[in-house]
C-alpha cells in the first residue's frame, strides 16, 4: 500500500478534533500551522508525485513501473531516484522547470537507450549521474556540456562502442568515471594526455570492454594519479611486453587496479589457444619480457640533464626514447631540446616545466627485452648559488648557537632570588604584618649596623644554641632581654635566609 500522506494525517487529526493522548487534549490550530510551516510538501513546493516516497528533499521512484518521469517535480527535490523503473528515454522537457537544488540523479537500470543532449540544461549543478545499467549505445557530441559541476558519472553496463571526442567537454570537476562492462574498442586517451579536459580526473574504469591494444606511451604521459586508478582488466588484449612491464610495475607498486584484479589481467597469444596471464609473460617464449627498471632524477627549470639508459642487456639491436607525450627519439642529435647521444642517453637541454614527466628507453636485445622508465621532476624555479647556500647554513648554525647561549644564561645565571641578608637589630615586626612586609622591609638601624653578606645554603649551615638550627656568627652579641609578651621569641640569625623561606617551625 502506498505511504500515507502527511495531509492525510492532518485530516483524520482535523475529523478527530484533537490531537494527543487521552485526557490531554492539543490546540489544533497551532499544530496545524507549525506542520504547514515545517513540511516542504506544501502547496508552495509542489506536492509528492504519486508512486513516490518522499522525505525532506529526497524523491524517491525506485521500483515504481514507471515510463517516464513523474511531473510535476518539486522544485526543491535535491535526489531523485528513478531507478529500476522503464524510462526508456530521456527527452530535453524530463524537467519542465528549472531544479537548482537537484544534485544526485539515479536512472539505473531502466532500459534507456536515448538521452537528449538538451537532457540536463535543467540541472546545472548535478554533482552524480548515475546511468549504469542501461541500453545507451554512443555518447553524442557535448551530451554532457551541461554538467559543469558533475563529479561522479556512472556508465557502466551498457552497451556504448563509440565515444565522442567532445563528450566530456566542460566536465572541469569530473573525478570518476565508470565505462566498465561496454563495448568500447577504442578510448580518446588524447582527451586525457594534457589534461586540460578532465584536470581532476582521479578514476577510469575501462574494464570488461573490447580493447584490443593499449597505446602504453600515452599512457605513460597520463598524470600520476590517474595512471596509478586505470582499470582495464576484462580486455581482449593482445601480448606484448609494454603492456606487460605496465602491469609489472602497478604489481611492484602494490596499485589495487592491478593487485586487486591480477586474476582478471589477460592477454591473447598468437601461440597460445586461451588466454594467458599477462604477468606470466615474464621469460616466457616467444616475448622473453623482463619487468622495467625505474628511476628518478631532479631538475630546475633551464637545467641540462642527461638521462641515463643504463641496460643489462648485450648486443643491442635497436633502442629509442620515448617522452612524456608520445614523441619517439630514434636518431643521434634529435630535433628541439631532445638529443639522442651516441652511447643511448637522452639529453634535455634548458628545461621547461612542460618537460617534466616519465621518460622510457627501449632496448631489443637478441634474446629479450628491456624498457627503463626514468621520471623527472621539473622544480618550477631556478637553482639557487653555492654563495646562497652557504648563507642560509651558516645563518641557520649561528641561530643555533645563540639559543644555547640564551638557554645556558637562563639556567645558570639568573640571579639569586634570596633576600638580602639582615642584621641582628631589627625589632622584631607586629603580629598583624603580613609575610611580606617582614621578609622586605628593612629599618636604618638594621642596615647601618650589619654590612651586607652573600647568602649561605642551608647545606653548608651549623646548628647553634638557641638559633633554631641557623648558623651564628661569630661575636654576635645577644640583645638584652626584654619583658612582655614578646620577651620570648628568639632573634633571626642576621646571615640566614628569613623564615618565611625556611622549613624550620617558628618558635615563639
Not at 492539543?26 to 508552495?44: I, N, R, Y
Not at 617464449?285 to 631538475?299: F, K
Not at 641540462?304 to 639491436?317: A, F, I, K, N
Not at 609578651?485 to 635566609?497: E, G, I, L, W, Y
Amino acid at each position: 500500500p502506498r505511504p500515507q500522506h502527511p495531509r492525510d494525517a492532518m485530516g483524520q487529526s482535523v475529523a478527530m478534533g484533537s490531537v494527543g493522548g487521552p485526557g490531554a487534549p492539543l490546540p489544533l490550530l497551532p499544530l496545524l500551522l507549525a506542520l504547514a510551516l515545517l513540511a516542504p510538501w506544501g502547496s508552495a513546493g509542489g506536492s509528492c508525485p504519486p508512486r513516490c516516497v518522499c522525505a525532506s528533499n529526497i524523491l524517491s521512484c525506485s521500483q515504481a513501473v514507471l515510463s517516464s518521469v513523474p511531473a510535476p517535480l518539486p522544485r526543491f527535490t535535491a535526489v531523485l531516484d528513478l531507478s529500476h523503473n522503464n524510462v526508456s528515454r530521456l527527452r530535453a522537457d524530463w524537467a519542465p522547470g528549472r531544479l537548482a537544488h537537484l544534485h544526485a540523479l539515479l536512472l539505473s537500470h531502466n532500459g534507456l537507450s536515448f538521452v537528449s543532449t538538451e537532457a540536463f540544461a535543467h540541472v546545472p549543478h548535478l554533482r552524480h549521474l548515475d546511468l549504469s545499467s542501461n541500453r545507451l549505445r554512443a555518447l553524442e557530441e557535448n551530451l554532457f556540456s551541461d554538467l559543469a559541476e558533475l563529479e561522479v558519472l556512472l556508465l557502466y553496463n551498457n552497451e556504448i562502442s563509440a565515444v565522442d571526442r567532445t563528450a566530456f567537454d566542460n566536465l572541469s570537476r569530473l573525478r570518476k568515471l565508470y565505462l566498465g562492462q561496454n563495448r568500447i574498442a577504442r578510448f580518446p586517451l588524447e582527451l586525457l594526455r594534457d589534461g586540460s579536459r578532465l584536470p581532476q580526473l582521479a578514476l577510469l574504469d575501462l574494464s570488461a570492454n573490447r580493447l584490443r591494444s593499449l597505446p602504453v606511451g600515452e599512457l605513460q604521459a597520463l598524470p600520476a594519479w590517474l595512471r596509478d586508478r586505470l582499470y582495464l582488466h576484462g580486455n581482449p588484449l593482445a601480448c606484448d611486453c609494454p603492456l606487460f612491464q605496465l602491469v609489472a610495475r602497478g604489481r611492484r607498486r602494490r596499485l589495487s587496479a592491478v593487485v586487486d584484479f591480477q586474476e582478471e589481467l589477460r592477454c591473447l597469444l598468437p601461440t597460445a589457444p586461451a588466454p594467458v596471464g599477462i604477468l606470466a609473460l615474464a621469460g616466457r617464449q616467444p616475448l622473453n619480457c623482463s619487468e622495467a627498471r625505474e628511476a628518478v632524477l631532479e631538475a630546475h627549470l633551464g637545467d641540462t640533464v642527461t638521462l641515463s639508459c643504463d641496460t643489462r642487456l648485450r648486443g643491442v639491436r635497436s633502442q629509442h626514447w620515448v617522452t612524456p607525450g608520445g614523441e619517439r627519439v630514434l636518431e643521434e642529435g634529435g630535433n628541439g631540446s631532445a638529443a639522442l647521444l651516441a652511447n643511448g642517453s637522452l639529453q634535455l637541454r634548458a628545461l621547461r616545466p612542460e618537460d617534466a614527466g616519465t621518460y622510457a628507453c627501449w632496448v631489443a636485445g637478441p634474446l629479450l627485452n628491456e624498457t627503463l622508465y626514468v621520471e623527472l621532476l621539473v622544480h618550477n624555479f631556478t637553482l639557487h648559488g653555492p654563495h646562497d647556500t652557504l648563507n642560509t647554513a651558516y645563518t641557520t648554525l649561528v641561530g643555533c648557537i645563540l639559543s644555547v647561549v640564551l638557554v645556558l644564561i637562563y639556567l645558570y645565571l639568573t640571579p639569586c632570588r634570596c633576600c638580602c641578608c639582615r642584621g641582628a637589630d631589627k625589632p622584631p615586626a607586629p603580629r598583624d604584618d603580613s609575610i611580606n612586609s617582614s621578609v622586605l622591609s628593612a629599618t636604618p638601624n638594621h642596615a647601618a649596623a650589619v654590612p651586607r653578606e652573600p647568602c649561605r645554603s642551608r647545606s653548608a649551615s651549623a646548628t647553634g644554641s638557641g638559633q633554631n638550627g641557623r648558623f651564628k656568627v661569630g661575636g654576635t652579641p645577644q640583645p638584652p632581654p626584654r619583658h612582655g609578651p614578646k620577651a620570648q621569641r628568639k632573634v633571626s640569625d642576621p646571615d640566614s635566609v628569613s623564615s618565611v623561606f625556611s622549613d624550620t617551625p617558628i618558635v615563639v
